[in-house]
């Protein structure tokens, strides 16, 4: 069968603890995997922000935490990622965190209107071999995709610590239509992930990049 998307993640199982395989067992009750169940979750809350490629979390909980009025949808493929995830969530009873675990294109794919306030991407997978430039998630194709889903003057923020992906971002942003430049993303001072950190221990740039969505 042919795949809709070209895979853009590296491993989906990967090392998995004991304490997270458990956690996972509790991922029915927090996933979400279809526009129908977002849009009867979305009746609590005030707002719906997405964070794709979620890592091991420290972002969304942070969020989540801060904001207890949005919902938060919380990205990721890695299944240690979720496990540790579902754990604070099941643990410290986070109602506003739900859970998306498969390629966020299908989901995003099935979205018809515009019902995200906001769009996170953080440190999405580098593929830093040019050959494999082609599987790197944030390119026009995503641009486009994600487009009809965000409310006007959403912002869909981003960022990535390899410098070559953050000029193709710019350049395709660019030409994208539908979106223009915010400088004044609240995001920017947002929790570090482990991938941020990663990036400032070994002493590389972090490019962050703002857009609002217009119609
Ligand atoms: C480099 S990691 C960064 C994780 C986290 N944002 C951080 O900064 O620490 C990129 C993550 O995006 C996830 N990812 C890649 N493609 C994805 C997709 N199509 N749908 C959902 N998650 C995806 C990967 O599994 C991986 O955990």
């Not at 794709?52 to 935490?65: D, I, K, P, Q």
């Not at 299944?79 to 009873?93: M, Q, R, T």
């Not at 869909?156 to 070559?164: G, I, K």
Request: hydrophobic share 35%.
């Amino acid at each position: 069968m042919r795949l809709k998307y070209l895979p853009s993640f590296v491993k989906r199982r990967g090392r998995i603890t004991k304490s997270q395989e458990e956690n996972l067992n509790h991922l029915s009750s927090y996933e979400i995997s279809a526009y129908s169940e977002i849009l009867q979750a979305k009746k609590n809350f005030s707002k719906i922000v997405l964070e794709v490629g979620f890592g091991n979390g420290e972002n969304t909980l942070s969020l989540a935490r801060q904001n207890p009025d949005t919902l938060y949808i919380a990205s990721e493929v890695y299944l240690a990622g979720i496990g540790l995830l579902l754990g604070e969530v099941v643990d410290g009873a986070i109602p506003n965190i739900l859970i998306t675990s498969g390629d966020i294109r299908l989901l995003i794919d099935d979205i018809k209107e515009p019902v995200f306030d906001d769009v996170i991407v953080i440190c999405p997978d580098p593929w830093p071999k040019l050959k494999h430039h082609k599987r790197r998630m944030l390119t026009n194709e995503f641009f486009e995709l994600i487009h009809p889903t965000i409310h006007d003057g959403g912002e869909l923020f981003m960022s990535t610590d390899v410098e070559n992906y953050a000029e193709s971002i710019k350049e395709q942003l660019d030409i994208s239509v539908g979106y223009e430049r915010n400088n004044n993303s609240s995001y920017e001072k947002s929790a570090l992930t482990k991938f941020q950190r990663r990036a400032m221990d070994e002493g590389r740039k972090i490019y962050p990049f703002s857009f609002k969505k217009i119609s």
